[in-house]
Each structure stands twice: as structure tokens, then as C-alpha cells.
């Protein structure tokens, strides 16, 4: 199970999501509303949730950008949940 630490960023409809292991194996992705989930089945995992316009993965951090009518509250927690299983999943 990886650790998870979410923290803000400047930008209100931002946060971070700093890991304890690689977000990716590449230099860092961008997932976008619309990219295929074969792109990054983990930013999928996280855009299936709803309310999300970005993901982007680097080195040890994955950056999740909501849609203003989202509240942190509603998705905060389901974003950690969809880390966890997609880490678990490759266990």
C-alpha cells in the first residue's frame, strides 16, 4: 500500500499528492479529460471519479486539478482510494 500525503498548492482547485514510490516511469504525464486510459490507467482511475479536469504524474507526486462546483470534501478521498487500488493492483 503506498504512503499518500495530500498537500495544497497555490492554485485552490489543485492539490498534490505526494507518494512514497513513482507515480510513473516516464519523465511525467499529463492526463486530460478525453486521453485514453491506456495512456495512464491511473489518471483514468482518477478521472472516472468526476469533477477532475487534470492529472498530472511526475517522479513522486501525482497533481490533481478539479472543476470550481467540486468540492475537495466529495472527491479528496475517492482520489486517495483510486491511488491506493490502482498501487495495490500492481503489488
Do not use: C
Not at 70 to 79: L, T, Y
Amino acid at each position: 500500500m503506498p504512503e499518500i500525503t495530500p498537500e495544497p498548492t497555490p492554485n485552490p482547485n489543485a492539490l498534490k499528492f505526494t507518494l512514497d514510490q513513482p507515480s510513473t516511469d516516464k519523465r511525467h504525464e499529463t492526463f486530460r479529460e478525453g486521453s485514453s486510459p491506456e495512456d495512464s490507467p491511473l489518471g483514468a482511475k482518477i478521472f472516472a471519479i468526476g469533477g477532475i479536469t487534470n492529472v498530472f504524474l511526475t517522479a513522486n507526486f501525482i497533481s490533481v486539478t478539479k472543476d470550481d462546483g467540486v468540492s475537495w470534501d466529495a472527491i479528496g478521498g475517492r482520489i486517495m482510494d483510486a491511488i491506493t487500488t490502482h498501487y495495490d493492483a500492481d503489488a
